[in-house]
């Protein structure tokens, strides 16, 4: 039967594509519905992470990254040069062919691997039925002996700065603008705030960032967190903390943004040529539940699921940004996985409790585990070890010193906790403290696994080291260990 599927997976982002690739390798007979349009009118795979998201915006910090150091660390290494001039449209074009070539690397998989991709908009009827709408109009219906639902976020819109063709801009605007702005706004230091704040700040951009909260990075270890806005400061990024945006008047090609703090009775206003609004993402459901089948949102309007991504109907999954979790996309390939994998199986699971995260800034802020705000809360007794980049070699050698690398472990089992980097390739440090809390690892088994010198992953030991008071390379505050 033509239309009917084993698997039908609506929405061909991180979790959708991964989870119609594994389903369809288990032998299941697959379909995913999407509805994203590339330039030629033919389904572009890859949603917002390969599209608008992680991949183009990580393109433009590496561009914008060596346009930096050109300009600015060359020296210190003996290379002179005339001066380096960027090429804002050529850096553009340049990120939108890694897009085009990783979204049809996606669809080359599905035809490898027998997936059969539905173009146009998907939506779940009673009865494990599924509605595709294609761009022309035509409708057709198909079964579906299991459904998932795969359909990612979108940014988050406040009403004092409603978007405008050209000056204020979602995350997606920003990784299109054609030239350096003079003075960017950011509203909001979450992660994509930060990120693209940097990327253009490295080229030439007055970056203002402001932040609501009081706490920098309030869901990372605030020890890290305060480490890490010492360093972007340095780097001339303006972050007003407790800086609640209120209001926005556009005129004359620039914006003026009204916002509160704290300490002030008035409102203060701060003037830009573009402003980006990075205030969060909220899961996208527009058109896709037909009422009456069966599956429900929770109050913050996620697909409601259980752990293992079951929503109220059995039989249909939902799976990254659309449910509840952190919105990664390697968090929603895994619960793809997993449910392509319960589908065939019935049994599968996805750690939840070591999610890596990761802010792409220069240095990188990462980390894995429970934060020391979070250990303390817990009641358990814990030890904690830090090292210093300004100590390793290889970090000296790149002239890349900021940052830290923290370790948390318990304090009678000497199970690790927590990794948390601010510093040069922490997103790779911390991958291996996941690796490490994955097995169970103590601070032990680390102390006593030999690292490659000189590598910046020797901070990583010696941070483990220090957890028991014998690192190597610095004096240790705490009184020697035991052992
Ligand atoms: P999405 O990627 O949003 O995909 C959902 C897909 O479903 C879309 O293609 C959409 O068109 C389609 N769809 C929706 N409704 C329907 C429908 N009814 N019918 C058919 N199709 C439909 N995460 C990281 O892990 N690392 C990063 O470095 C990172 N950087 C980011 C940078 C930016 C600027 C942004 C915006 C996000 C970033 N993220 C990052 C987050 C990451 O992009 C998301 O977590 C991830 O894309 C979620 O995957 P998903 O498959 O759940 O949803
Ligand atoms: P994230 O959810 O990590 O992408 O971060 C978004 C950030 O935007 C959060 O830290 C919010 O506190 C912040 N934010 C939301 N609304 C406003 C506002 N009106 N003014 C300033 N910051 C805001």
């Known amino acids: 039967m033509p239309n009917k599927f084993d698997v039908v997976v609506i929405g061909g982002g991180p979790a959708g594509y991964v989870c119609a690739i594994r389903a369809a390798q288990l032998g299941l007979k697959t379909a995913c519905i999407e509805k994203w349009t590339g330039d030629k009118g033919k389904p572009q795979l890859g949603?917002?992470?390969?599209?608008?998201?992680?991949?183009?915006?990580?393109?433009?910090?590496?561009?914008?990254?060596?346009?930096?150091?050109?300009?600015?660390?060359?020296?210190?290494?003996?290379?002179?040069?005339?001066?380096?001039?960027?090429?804002?449209?050529?850096?553009?074009?340049?990120?939108?062919k890694i897009v085009a070539k990783l979204c049809m690397g996606v669809e080359s998989l599905f035809k490898a691997n027998g997936v059969t991709l539905?173009?146009?908009?998907?939506?779940?009827?009673?009865?494990?039925?599924?509605?595709?709408?294609?761009?022309?109009?035509?409708?057709?219906?198909?079964?579906?002996?299991?459904?998932?639902?795969?359909?990612?976020?979108?940014?988050?819109?406040?009403?004092?700065?409603?978007?405008?063709?050209?000056?204020?801009?979602?995350?997606?605007?920003?990784?299109?603008?054609?030239?350096?702005?003079?003075?960017?706004?950011?509203?909001?230091?979450?992660?994509?705030?930060?990120?693209?704040?940097?990327?253009?700040?490295?080229?030439?951009?007055k970056v203002t960032v402001l932040e609501a909260q009081d706490a920098f990075l309030a869901a990372a270890d605030q020890q890290v967190a305060k480490e890490a806005l010492k360093i972007f400061k340095k780097q001339k990024l303006d972050i007003r903390m407790g800086a609640r945006v209120v209001g926005s008047d556009v005129a004359n090609g620039e914006v003026a943004v009204r916002y509160t703090t704290a300490d002030s009775e008035e409102e203060q206003s701060v003037t830009f040529d573009k402003l980006i609004v990075a205030v969060g993402r909220r899961p996208y459901t527009e058109g896709l539940l037909e009422?009456?089948?069966?599956?429900?949102?929770?109050?913050?309007?996620?697909?409601?699921?259980?752990?293992?991504?079951?929503?109220?109907?059995?039989?249909?999954?939902?799976?990254?940004?659309?449910?509840?979790?952190?919105?990664?996309?390697?968090?929603?390939?895994?619960?793809?996985?997993?449910?392509?994998?319960?589908?065939?199986?019935?049994?599968?699971q996805v750690n939840y409790d070591l999610i890596p995260s990761v802010i792409y800034t220069h240095p990188e802020v990462a980390w894995v585990g429970q934060t020391e705000e979070e250990v303390k809360a817990s009641g358990e007794s814990y030890k904690v070890g830090t090292f210093p980049f300004a100590a390793i070699g290889r970090a000296l050698a790149a002239n890349d010193t900021d940052g830290i690398v923290k370790v948390i472990a318990h304090e009678e089992t000497d199970r690790i906790l927590g990794v948390h980097v601010v510093g040069p390739s922490a997103a790779e440090i911390v991958q291996q403290g996941v690796i490490a809390m994955e097995f169970g690892s103590s601070t032990e088994d680390l102390q006593l696994t030999m690292f490659a010198h000189p590598t910046l992953s020797e901070a990583l030991h010696e941070a483990v080291l220090a957890v028991d008071g014998h690192a190597i390379h610095m004096p240790n505050r705490k009184p020697r260990g035991k052992k």
């Open 47 to 96: 949603g917002t992470c390969l599209n608008v998201g992680c991949i183009p915006s990580k393109a433009l910090l590496d561009s914008s990254h060596k346009f930096h150091e050109a300009e600015a660390d060359f020296k210190q290494h003996g290379i002179e040069h005339s001066g380096v001039k960027l090429d804002v449209p050529a850096m553009i074009a340049r990120k939108n």
């Open 291 to 348: 009422p009456g089948c069966g599956v429900n949102l929770d109050e913050r309007g996620f697909i409601f699921v259980d752990e293992q991504c079951r929503t109220d109907v059995p039989g249909v999954f939902a799976i990254g940004d659309v449910v509840r979790g952190p919105m990664l996309a390697h968090k929603g390939s895994e619960e793809g996985v997993m449910v392509a994998e319960l589908i065939k199986e019935k049994t599968a």
């Open 118 to 205: 539905l173009h146009g908009m998907g939506k779940v009827l009673a009865g494990k039925q599924v509605e595709l709408t294609r761009n022309d109009g035509s409708v057709e219906t198909f079964d579906a002996e299991n459904i998932v639902i795969a359909t990612g976020s979108t940014p988050v819109e406040i009403p004092p700065t409603p978007l405008t063709d050209d000056i204020i801009v979602d995350s997606t605007g920003a990784l299109e603008f054609q030239e350096v702005p003079e003075r960017l706004g950011v509203i909001g230091a979450g992660v994509i705030g930060l990120e693209l704040g940097s990327v253009w700040a490295r080229v030439g951009s």
